[in-house]
């Protein structure tokens, strides 16, 4: 019978201790039922050839193949391609290393997921002294994530048969092929497994990427090339370039119209001094929203308590006069019901839950969030949200020990674990301050739930998507201001953490997308 893996390694003059190393922890695996497909790309180094032949001689399970020319990383991939039998292919570099338990684990995920066509595992990195370093906690798939970054890479376990009918590595995409080749076998399937364990450990030699992000400049090139027609073929239209500063592929999605956008706005007219001035909080929001947006497709709908001040009423309709509607709320206050009452209330195929206290930052955060919510998966959109003095409020939520707002007190400047704070990605949830959500999927789930008139309506709200199939997307290119507690003070009643934790404590402690703090 064929195995069920076939490891696949093109070589090319390795660094030979590096080699040795690879060699060692193949054979030392638990997992038996392998072969090894290696395929030489003419190296200069004559111990290769002979290395080579000697592994084939000691084991029946390595196939060896001696290209007579050099053909790059893709044609030497293909090659080794071409000898696997196995019913997956496991990609492994001729100078890294796998855990030795690897494969052991891809056979359990296959076993538990016999449909599975794609799987991926943490990784780290190693030095040449065999230190380990970096360890990447990876999140559970995550299409938006991986437009802007290759982070499924190590290590790559891949159907032969879907493999082949994609016609395996694509020649003009050197550095990224493997990218390329993800991309378009992500287009034909869903079923894509993360195995939460470092099975693959990326060697830091001179000149590889493990080393440095920009030792290679042209596989980034390639990368933005793969993505872009990836784009093209899912229709979607973009602009994509390589951000060198910040090591990842860039997607600015093209937003020919602008659907109608209601913006929800609860308050009760509070004042507060921001930035040393005392401020009416809802009317500097509208105002912000007025002045700087640069879509224009939008109608503001503030939802106002009965002791909300009669001039904060006047002055909202001074600074909004032509797309204002005003709805007066006499009931106990209820956070969710206003929201509910405020959608009610609204015609537009998007609404826009925004607290009182926010400012806008960036003028095109709408389009931005837009250019996201148009997937027919996605759900809710939000952005990234600065405290006063510039540091993150949230980006997004993380579900991780707690229900909190992810890098809450980080600098703005800061990338992240793995530059998770520069793209844009999955969440498993989005604070209520300012989110972007379908109407039709608002009222499918039964919009904000009443029972939390307070906390927590923003997360329950996110879950009861997820339930339903869909996708939540944070991105960092929306930008507003978010003053928060300035309206009300902050305070979570037990009652409340009790509610929550009853209805979803299921999903609480088991983000699938943040796996750290």
Partial sequence: MPPLLSIVTPVYDPPRYAFEKCIETVFAQAFKDWEWCLVDDCSTAPWVKTRLNELQALDQRVKVYLRSENGGIVAASNDAISLASGEFIVLLDNDDELHLEALEEVSKSIEANPNVDYLYSNEDKITEDGEHFDEFVKPDWSPERFLAQNYCSHLSVMRTSLVNQMGRFRTGFDGAQDYDLFLRITEQ???????????????????????????????????????????????????????????????????????????????????????????????????????????TNFEIIVVVDNGTPQQVITDLKAVCPNRLKVIEYDKPFNFSDKCNIGVVNSDAPLILLLNDDTE??????????VGHITESDVAMV?????????????????????????????SSNDFGHFRMLKLAREVSGLTGACALIKRDAYFE????????????????IAFKFLENGYRLIWTPNARLFHFETASRPAHVKPSEVKLIMSRWGRKIDNDDYCKIH
């Fill in 382 to 410: 939000g952005p990234l949200l600065l405290y006063e003095d510039g540091r993150i409020q949230s980006a997004g939520h993380s579900n991780t020990h707690s229900l909190h707002n992810f890098c809450a007190g980080y």
């Fill in 189 to 295: 399937t869903k079923n894509i497994i993360h195995i939460p364990k470092v099975l693959y450990h990326w060697r830091t030699v001179p000149g590889s990427t493990a080393s440095a992000n920009n030792a290679k400049l042209y596989a980034y090139t390639a990368a933005a090339k793969a993505v872009d027609e990836h784009l093209k073929r899912r229709r979607i239209l973009a602009d994509v370039t390589f951000d060198p500063t910040r090591s990842l592929v860039s997607v600015k999605r093209h937003v020919f119209e602008q659907p109608k956008i209601s913006i929800i706005i609860p308050t009760c007219g509070t004042r507060k001094s921001i930035f040393g001035v005392d401020t009416c909080l809802v009317v500097n929001a509208v105002e912000s929203i007025e002045r700087k947006s640069s879509y």
């Fill in 360 to 369: 806008v930052i960036s003028p095109d955060w709408l389009e931005t969030m």
């Fill in 445 to 460: 789930v039964g919009g904000m739930s009443e029972i939390f008139p307070l906390a927590f309506n923003d997360c329950d």
